[in-house]
């Protein structure tokens, strides 16, 4: 009885295993110039892998930077074209240079096999293919593919929650920081203007100690949804701190952001703020100041600060204005 527990165990933990890591269908692109070759491959490939077979070099390199392959095969039997030039092509564009190429080349060619590892071929078979081996290096590739598409995808992940505001989904400082410095260079050297706008909500406060600290949350994803639906897609939007934003607008001229903060003011001050957590409606206003790069030479540090002081000239203004 203890055996069989154990056994039923084992199964338990291996299905456990393949639901969390299932074998998915692999995609492959066979490059073939023969008819013959082209059948007899995909027949050995179809159990493993939707295949799509081309026989132009040129127009696999388009297809294969099109679609999205687990495997490339090449197959070195071209009449006039180097298959060696297609792996290294398929090595150099950026939307293909993470897919694994397996060669397929003449017995005995050393020559070639070197190069094509030197230039990033990740394996090879020798003609006359055996089914079974190719059917087995084929599997490896697709799976360690799978494998890094996966990891790839968790860093991208990691890397957009290091930079972004869980709250609004906009930019953290710590992105604004970093990215501010290159728009700044970029802006220099090719003598573009730059403006940046910080924008603080007006006595926000009161709307914590009022309504509670939720709806001070709304108060400020909602902010954040006016400050996207008001700046270009090249600007870059970030939550600075509580309730202060920075815009950077590449490209815009003091004039051009003083427009543009104006219509971010009137667009907060216009519509009321929809509160579902005190299930009311608020007027709430921003105060807005502006800083442009200065042409001889300007620091990240030195523009905030400029901005700064015009966004605390318009809180000592009044509030709910615009100071350049
Ligand atoms: P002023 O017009 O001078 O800007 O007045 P203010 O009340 O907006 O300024 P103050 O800097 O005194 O208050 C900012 C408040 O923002 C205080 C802080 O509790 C609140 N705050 C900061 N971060 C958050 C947050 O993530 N959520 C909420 N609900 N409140 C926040
Ligand atoms: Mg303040
Ligand atoms: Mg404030
Ligand atoms: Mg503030």
Redesign the pocket.
Known sequence: LRLRAQTAQTIGLQELSRLDRPDEPGSVLLVDGRASSQERLTRALRPIADVAVLSDAQAALFEAAENSFDLVIVNANFDDYDPLRLCSQLRSLERTRFIPILLVTEQGNDEMIVRALELGVTDYIMRPVDPNELVARSLTQIRRKHCNDRLRASVQQTIELAVTDD?TGLHNRRYLENHLKLLIDRAGARGRPLSICIT???????V?DTYG?DA??DV?REFANRVRATVRGADLACRFG??EFVVVMPDTTPEMAAIVAERLRLSVESRGFDIAEAATVLTVTA?LGIASLRPDGDTAEALLKRADMALYEA?NGG?NRVVA
């Open positions: 709250l603080d909500i007006d006595r926000f406060k009161r914590n600290h001070g949350d400020l509580g309730e105060s809180k509030r």
